[in-house]
């Protein structure tokens, strides 16, 4: 018995010391290895529910075209972060007095058309209040996960606590704010630079200052955020884990968000913006070649790409854009078939190697950098 417990107390030993030892590594490499370093899979739209059973009975029978490109569905933010993916994508609507999206337009047509009542889609009236509200379309899709844009944050920074060594969690934030709205749908209400205040002030009232990485962070004393990206001033992993770090998606609102702040001074969001302007950081190639990709990557910008559009890829198998875009060294690419939720129809699904979260970046990587030591794989 005596000596069984010292060969126990031996192996303990061991376990331990091999466990310091590769934190020890981990923590030498996050000392080197900086955030553009890296590669991680995204979500796209990732709080989308999917429709009710008569909403899609009904799309079906008005616009099976529509329904075709909407048809998929995304686990609730917490277990879509279990899963792997560390980039999500949010859309917001501007909702100031509250109440503006509280009615879902296609409910009333399906059951116009005869079919039974779905069920409620805000039973608890968080459409009724003011603040930003998170769906995709206006009155025809809007089931979300989260229907604010504070639960989804809050989800997001509950599971962050719980998990303080993750890598940064890439945000990317789209403003949904149509300059022509279809019949039947509620007009949006339009992002000026004071709503851009509210966005950021929504933010800041989920995460403290010292859980997000900012344009401020980033530019520290360079003369513009281009300057210090350009300059490699991105924040090494030592710096990053555990944090959040918020991308804006579309390009057109860069304007009203950089309004009154030069170079994204005291901004949350950074912009989608054009190599050579001050607030360039983080450029979208959603369509870009391997080789536009990889020469943004190269001069120290973020990009984000997608790897499949309007279910098509996943129906079909179609991997050409998905291995063009896993082959790049774009930071970010999203999918509506991240690693735990494979197609429906295909084996089509975007994930690395070896169940891995993330993997040193194949354009700009540090040598010696280990796609392990990042963090730990998804099983």
Not at 95 to 115: E, F, P
Request: aromatic share 6%; hydrophobic share 35%.
């Amino acid at each position: 018995m005596f000596r069984s417990a010292l060969t126990v107390m031996a192996g303990t030993a061991v376990f331990t010391a091999g466990a310091a030892i590769a934190q020890t590594t981990q923590a030498a490499q996050d000392k080197i290895v900086k955030i553009n370093q890296i590669q991680v899979i995204g979500s796209h739209n990732s709080y989308h529910a999917g429709f009710a059973p008569s909403e899609r009975k009904y799309l079906e029978m008005k616009n099976p075209k529509a329904l075709r490109s909407l048809d998929y569905i995304h686990a609730p933010l917490p277990a879509q972060l279990d899963g792997g993916v560390r980039q999500i994508e949010i859309d917001v609507f501007a909702d100031t007095k509250g109440g503006r999206y509280s009615h879902l337009a296609i409910d009333d047509a399906a059951v116009k058309a005869g079919l039974p009542a779905d069920p409620n889609f805000d039973p608890n009236h968080e459409m009724d209040k003011p603040g930003f509200k998170v769906m995709h379309i206006q009155g025809v899709d809007q089931r979300s996960t989260c229907r604010t844009f504070i639960l989804c944050l809050t989800q997001v920074r509950e599971w962050s606590k719980k998990h303080p060594q993750h890598l940064p969690i890439f945000i990317l934030v789209e403003t949904k704010d149509d300059e022509k709205t279809e019949p039947g749908r509620v007009p949006t209400e339009p992002f000026t630079p004071q709503v851009f205040d509210a966005l950021d002030a929504e933010i800041r009232s989920v995460f403290q200052p010292n859980e997000i990485i900012t344009p401020d962070d980033v530019r520290g004393n360079a003369t513009t955020l281009e300057a210090a990206v350009l300059a490699g001033h991105w924040p090494t992993l030592e710096k990053a884990r555990g944090r959040v770090l918020f991308l804006m998606d579309q390009h057109k609102a860069g304007p009203a968000y950089t309004q009154g702040h030069p170079s994204l001074k005291g901004r949350i969001l950074f912009t989608n913006s054009d190599p050579g302007k001050p607030d360039a950081a983080f450029v979208e190639q959603n369509e870009g070649t391997r080789e536009a990709i990889d020469a943004l990557v190269k001069k120290g910008y973020l990009v984000r790409t997608r790897s499949d559009e309007g279910t098509e890829a996943a129906r079909t198998n179609d991997t050409r854009r998905r291995d063009l875009v896993l082959s790049s060294g774009a930071q970010m690419i999203s999918t509506d078939y991240p690693p735990a939720e494979p197609s429906q129809w295909t084996s089509y699904v975007v994930k690395f190697p070896d169940h891995l979260v993330a993997r040193c970046n194949p354009a700009n990587k540090p040598a010696g950098c280990v796609d392990q030591l990042l963090e730990p794989a998804h099983k």
